[in-house]
């Protein structure tokens, strides 16, 4: 057994982990980013802009596995950019099926005409889209059996976006939880089956054991990206657009400042969400202790970066419901 398979990319490489510890998430350097020519430098370099909480836990994994997850996510990151940021019904699906075909050739994004751009994260995401073709590039390097799975996971969900971005309601909600709990298996679900799939790919009871994950991925994608949706809720109803019905009427037209008892409705709607979300944290944890049953292993370290910083999220979701409430009252 290599090295590379026992030891952590964050030792492997410091200087990959210098990049993730001093990178300033609020300030990214969009011109240097920009600027940077190496493929595989601005792949490490942007991941912590676009990772965010999600880069940590890839730097715990070894090498071999490491950059195949850091490709699949930013090419992931590239689709839910597509979908946040691309305000024409229109040009967004046409742009999340194009994302999807040019796998496993790679090629330019078609150019975008309704960018919405409201933050310096907004900014970063944008970059990203624009600079596809690097992370493309560092995809080639992958081996053949990784690229088949990043090109099957950004197929699976470019065409559930779609599928899921036809049914919202004209203000973008997700009509029903089950409808939510669908778009959290699409978007995080699917590079979780896709993770599973990468680590167990060459044990000899890998399939046993994803078979014994599969049941609670969904549980634990709603987990994750349910912390993403509460955390956008005020970024979410400033571009018009908001993921839960119960905050459609109170979007207003842009420059129209929010009505009262927004943030009581949003406060309500945070709490919900957070609720929901910690009710699947066990399905989290059966998913991960089915892939890695063993205690010494970096996938469960990886795993429980991503746990801690999740649960630190809610956390924080919930001190904000509690900052509202202590302000009304």
């Known amino acids: 057994m290599g090295l590379s398979s026992v030891v952590p990319l964050f030792l492997a490489s410091p200087r990959i982990l210098l990049w993730d510890l001093r990178a300033d998430r609020r300030n990214p350097p969009l011109a240097t980013l920009a600027e940077e020519s190496d493929n595989e430098r601005f792949l490490w370099r942007i991941l912590p802009h676009a990772a965010r909480s999600f880069a940590l836990s890839i730097l715990c994994l070894p090498r071999s596995t490491a950059r195949a997850c850091a490709v699949a996510y930013l090419h992931c990151r590239i689709l839910d950019s597509l979908e946040d940021l691309v305000s024409d019904p ?29 933050d310096s994260r907004d900014a970063v995401h944008r970059l990203l889209c624009e600079h596809a073709a690097k992370v493309d590039a560092v995809t080639a390097l992958l081996s053949r ?37 669908d778009y959290c298996d699409t ?15 060459k044990r000899h009871d890998g399939a046993a054991r994803f078979a014994a994950a599969a049941p609670h991925i969904a549980g634990a994608s709603a987990f994750l990206q ?36 927004c943030a009581q409705a949003i406060a309500a709607a945070r709490l919900r969400l957070t609720n929901l979300a910690l009710a699947q944290r066990c399905a989290f944890d059966k998913a991960i202790l089915a892939v890695a049953p063993g205690r010494c292993s970096l996938i469960r370290l990886a795993a429980w970066v991503l746990r801690r910083n999740t649960l630190c999220h809610h956390s924080r979701m919930l001190a904000r419901v509690a900052a509202s409430l202590l302000e009304r009252s």
């Open 226 to 261: 349910l912390a993403n949706i509460s955390r956008d809720l005020e970024k979410d109803l400033a571009r018009g657009v908001v993921h839960v019905p119960e905050l459609e009427v109170w979007i207003q037209p842009a420059g129209v400042a929010p009505s009262a008892g």
């Open 90 to 118: 229109t040009e967004r699906r046409a742009a999340l099926l194009s994302a999807a075909e040019r796998l496993p050739y790679g090629g330019a994004l078609p150019p975008i005409q309704s960018w919405i751009q409201q």
């Open 145 to 181: 059996e990784q690229q088949q799975l990043v090109q099957s996971l950004v197929h699976e969900m470019a065409t559930g976006m779609v599928r899921l971005d036809v049914s919202r309601g004209p203000k973008g909600a997700l009509r029903s939880d089950a409808a939510l709990l």
């Open 187 to 201: 978007v995080i679900g699917a590079p979780l089956r896709f993770c599973a799939h990468l680590f167990l790919a």
